[in-house]
Structures are given as structure tokens and as C-alpha cells.
């Protein structure tokens, strides 16, 4: 069993050279690859947490040297239960890319070098919950980076260089930061594997503990999009295209969390700097989801609630305890499938209405009804309604921070009490404003954009694939538009052929994305079992260590 281990990372880089040595002669081929690969990938996962879970941790090192020079990599239940996760949705967030192709003719996305950088994307997610040692980390995070910037740029537009360029700005700073903690730590310790840390770092002085510390909650929070290290997020998530922003915005950000709970628990037991994480969770869901009030682009609406809903998690981490863990767990687990559905129901509200201008569409309650409700059901699991596994994740957080019973943890109730009440508020608004409210008479498109004839790039930031710069009188907003079928018309002078015909595959990707979000509030049960074991796992440390080092 322990030979399944590296697979979820060496799959999807070998089906990367297929992708890449096909290109766009075989483009049906290099699609089956992708679907194929992810596919097989959710398997070992789901193989892999089951296994982790009856067995206890798994581990192989790769090239049989073992540690402190060699790369070893580690299932244990947390990583099994994240690459189960990762896997689903990235996986679903395929299959909607692949509609969008198909249903933009494959003019912009995805194009041929989306697939390779996708694949590598995945290995590197893998990589991150399966590696057993510091350096193996920080490459899994270069991995992630390379593929990106790739991804975030696709189509070259002005603004997605520019939202790039900020976020590799960024990313490289924090891997600055990562290599010099590296550095330290190896230079005071003498290696960086994970296992081998946990016994050597409690022997250092207290004040280079707290420092290496630091400086790797520096690096993971950048990574999560924690306040005060967030402000790259909105404006950089955003500009991709959809399936990009979603798969970024539900997952990557959770790799900076599973990071902090993998090194919070394993190398820095006794939890020294838990204020200072409480501090960070509360300031992160107040100023994020003030930071959504205040927007009406949709999608940087989506960016602000991914950075307080962070807090969330990191409320759990900063608690150190058993349920406060366990709570982190399941809210990670939660907040994956909730977030990537909402932005997947942002690129379709985007196709239907033209924009993700709040106050520049309406309507769409009666126009698409199907819509309607891929919205409302994951954005009113988001606000935590019961008894949705939203409102799951936060009653077993609360209750964390109840059991606890200190100053920061009372605060951090009544904050994450705040916190859920203006998300229900700003789901409201977006509920209001797109699906309830009459269609506003300068609604930019009516209907979903087949072709433009003028197919140009241009450096409009609200402007995604299928925006239409016009206005009811000379578009075709005005036009009747009899359900399933295509119409062309003018618009400012050139040819736009739309439908109102929603694209199956992505409305079929959105809806099983739905559906997953909602089988964890039918397996609530089962699912909150195995995070509180996962967590007595990571508190316990010894299944982790004795399974690398040996009894």
C-alpha cells in the first residue's frame, strides 16, 4: 500500500509531458489525458485516506534514502482527507473548463498550454499534503507557482499580466522567506524532514523556536490570505478565467491552512503563538467580510468572504486543542467545495448576464431558474444556515472556543457569530441584486455569448470572455430570444451570436460541485468522526514519527 504514496504526485506529471508532446494536433487526446489522470487520481486519494485511516500513516522514501537527505512522503488521515478533496474538485473543475471550451468554441479557454499547466498545478497540491520534509514543501509550493502564473495570465489580457505580476511579486517574497526558515532551521537542527524536527527543534533555545516559527506562519499565511498579508488576493483572483479563480480561490488558499495545521502540530507543539493566530483569525473575518460589504463586482465580493471565512480556520488552529483542530479540519474540508462552487456560479452568472457588475444585472431568478438555485444552495451553506455543513463547520468551532473558555476564544465566538450574520447579509445582496430584482434596462447581454465576430483582446477590467461593452438600445439586449436557440445580432458594429441554451457540461460540473458541498451535510456524522480522529492524530505526533523514523 505504501508503494500508492508518490502516485498522486508522479501521475499528473508524467500525463503533463503526454499533455505537452500532443499539444493541439491531438486536442480531443490531450482532454481524455487530463479527465483520464484526475480521475485515476480521486481514486488513489479516496484509496489512500481509507488506508491511513484503518492503518495509520503511510510513508515511502523515494530512491530508498531516507531521511535527513532523502524525499520522503506521508499520508496520514489530514493528508488523505485534503487529497480526496483537492482531487474532487480539481477534477470538477476540469470537466467545467472543458465545457467552457467547447461552448466558447475555444477561443480563449482553454487553450493548449492550459492542460500541461493544469496537470502540474494538481502534482504540486499533492505534493504539498504528501511531503514529509520542509524542502520537499517548498518545491511543491515553486510547482504551484510556475503553474499559476501560467494559468492566472491565460489569454493575455492587460489586466491578468498585471494581476500576475502582483502575485508572483508576492509568491517569490514568501519563497524568500520559506528558503531562509529552511536555511535556519537546517543550519540549527541539521535537517528538514518533518519527523526528525519534531524531536530535534524542542532542544533549541526558546527564541530561535519562536522565530523559525514566525517566520513559517509568515510564509503559510501569505499563502492563505490571511489579513494583513492578503490584500494581493482581490485583486489578483479575480481577473482569471472562471474555472482558474475557482480552483485557485477554493483550494490554494487551503494548502497555506493544511500547511499551518501540519507544522503548528507537528514541529511546534504547546501552541506559543497562539494569541498572536486568534489575533490574525479575528481581524481576518471582520476586515474580510467588511471587505465584501462594501463591493458589488461579484467575483471581488467571492475574493473578500474567501478572506474571512480563512479566519474561520485559523480560529480553530489558534485554539491548539483537540475539538479546536478537529473543527479546522472540517471547515477546510467544507469551505473547498463551497468556494470553488460559488466562483464556478460566478463564470455562469458571468456568461448570463454579461458582467459581474451586481447593479448592471437582475432577473436572472426568473431568466434561469437552474442558476438560481446553484447559487442559493451554496451561497446560504456559506453564510452557515442549518443544517448545512456551513453551519456544522461553525457550531463545531464555536463550541471549541466555548469549551476553551479564554478571553481571545470569547471574542473569537462573538467575532465568528458576527462574521457568519453579515455573510448571510452579503449572500442576501448578491441574491437580490442578480436573481430577484427586475432586469435593469442597461443589462449588459441577454443570453450566453456563442461568437464574436470582433474577438480582439482588450484591457477592460470587468471585461471576461463573453462580456458585451454595450448597452440594451444598440445590443442584443433588447432582442427576444426564444429559449435553446442562437440569434445574431449587431453590436457596435460587429456580428454576436448568443443562446440562452445554459452549457451543459459546465452546469453539469456546478451541480455535482453542489452536490458534493451537500454530501457533507448528509455525512456530517461520519465526516466530523473522522476529523476529530485526524486530529487526536496530529496532537498524538507518534503514529507520524514512528512510521518515518521507526519505533
Not at 196 to 209: I, K, N, S
Not at 333 to 359: C, D, M, S, Y
Not at 440 to 464: C, H, I, N, S
Not at 477 to 482: M, T
Request: proline share 6%; net charge neutral; charged share 10%.
Amino acid at each position: 500500500m505504501n508503494a500508492l504514496v508518490p502516485l498522486p504526485v508522479l501521475l499528473p506529471l508524467c500525463a503533463t509531458g503526454l499533455s505537452l508532446a500532443f499539444g493541439t494536433r491531438l486536442a480531443r487526446f490531450q482532454r481524455f489525458i487530463s479527465v483520464a489522470v484526475l480521475t485515476a487520481v480521486l481514486a488513489l486519494s479516496v484509496v489512500l485516506m481509507i488506508a491511513a485511516n484503518r492503518q495509520g500513516p503511510l510513508h515511502v522514501d523515494l530512491g530508498d534514502f531516507g531521511p535527513p537527505l532523502g524525499i520522503t512522503l506521508v499520508a496520514d488521515r489530514l493528508s488523505g482527507l485534503m487529497l480526496t478533496v483537492s482531487s474532487a474538485v480539481t477534477l470538477a473543475v476540469l470537466v467545467y473548463s472543458l465545457g467552457q471550451g467547447m461552448s466558447d468554441r475555444d477561443k480563449e479557454t482553454p487553450v493548449a498550454v492550459f492542460h500541461p499547466a493544469y496537470l502540474i498545478l494538481v502534482a504540486g497540491v499533492s505534493c504539498t499534503f504528501l511531503a514529509g520534509d520542509l524542502v520537499n514543501l517548498y518545491v511543491a509550493f515553486e510547482i504551484m507557482l510556475v503553474a499559476s502564473f501560467v494559468l492566472l495570465t491565460l489569454g493575455g489580457t492587460g489586466p491578468r499580466i498585471r494581476a500576475g505580476s502582483t502575485y508572483v511579486i508576492i509568491s517569490l517574497f514568501s519563497s524568500m522567506l520559506f528558503l531562509t526558515a529552511i536555511a535556519m532551521t537546517y543550519a540549527a537542527c541539521g535537517t528538514a524532514n518533518f519527523a526528525q524536527l519534531a524531536t530535534r527543534l524542542p532542544e533549541l533555545p526558546l527564541g530561535v523556536q519562536t522565530l523559525i516559527q514566525a517566520m513559517l506562519l509568515t510564509v503559510f499565511g501569505v499563502k492563505a490570505a490571511v489579513f494583513p498579508v492578503a490584500a494581493w488576493l482581490p485583486d489578483s483572483y479575480p481577473t482569471a478565467p472562471a474555472p482558474v479563480t475557482a480552483v485557485f480561490a477554493g483550494l490554494l488558499t487551503k494548502v497555506g491552512v493544511y500547511c499551518m495545521l501540519r507544522t503548528e502540530t507537528l514541529l511546534f507543539p504547546g501552541n506559543r503563538l497562539g494569541d498572536l493566530l486568534l489575533a490574525v483569525a479575528l481581524v481576518s473575518m471582520i476586515v474580510g467580510i467588511l471587505g465584501a460589504v462594501a463591493q458589488t463586482d461579484l467575483k471581488r465580493l467571492l475574493s473578500f468572504t474567501l478572506i474571512s471565512h480563512i479566519g474561520y480556520m485559523v480560529f480553530g488552529i489558534g485554539l491548539a486543542t483537540r475539538a479546536g483542530y478537529s473543527g479546522a479540519i472540517f471547515y477546510v474540508v467544507h469551505h473547498i467545495t463551497v468556494q470553488t462552487t460559488l466562483f464556478l456560479v460566478a463564470g455562469l452568472i458571468e456568461r448570463r448576464g454579461g458582467t459581474n457588475e451586481l447593479t448592471r444585472i437582475g432577473g436572472l431568478a426568473k431568466a434561469a431558474p437552474l442558476l438560481a438555485v446553484l447559487f442559493f444552495v451554496p451561497a446560504m451553506n456559506l453564510a452557515g444556515i442549518p443544517p448545512l455543513s456551513g453551519f456544522i463547520g461553525k457550531l463545531g468551532l464555536m463550541q471549541a472556543g466555548v469549551a476553551d473558555g479564554g478571553a481571545w476564544a470569547w471574542v473569537l465566538v462573538a467575532g465568528a457569530s458576527v462574521t457568519s450574520l453579515l455573510t448571510l447579509y452579503v449572500m442576501a445582496k448578491v441574491w437580490n441584486l442578480a436573481f430577484w430584482r427586475a432586469e435593469p434596462p442597461d443589462q449588459a447581454a441577454y443570453g450566453t455569448v456563442l461568437e464574436d465576430a470582433d474577438d480582439t483582446g482588450d484591457d477592460d477590467t470587468d471585461a471576461g470572455p463573453d462580456r458585451m461593452p454595450g448597452t440594451g438600445d444598440e445590443g442584443v439586449a433588447g432582442l427576444p430570444l426564444p429559449a435553446g436557440q442562437t440569434i445574431t445580432a449587431s453590436l457596435h458594429g460587429r456580428a454576436v451570436t448568443t443562446t440562452t441554451k445554459p452549457p451543459r457540461a459546465m452546469t453539469a460540473a456546478t451541480a455535482g460541485a453542489v452536490a458534493l458541498g451537500l454530501a457533507f451535510t448528509v455525512l456530517a456524522g461520519p465526516l466530523t468522526t473522522f476529523t476529530d480522529r485526524a486530529a487526536a492524530e496530529l496532537l498524538a505526533r507518534t503514529p507520524y514519527t514512528q512510521e518515518v523514523l521507526g519505533p
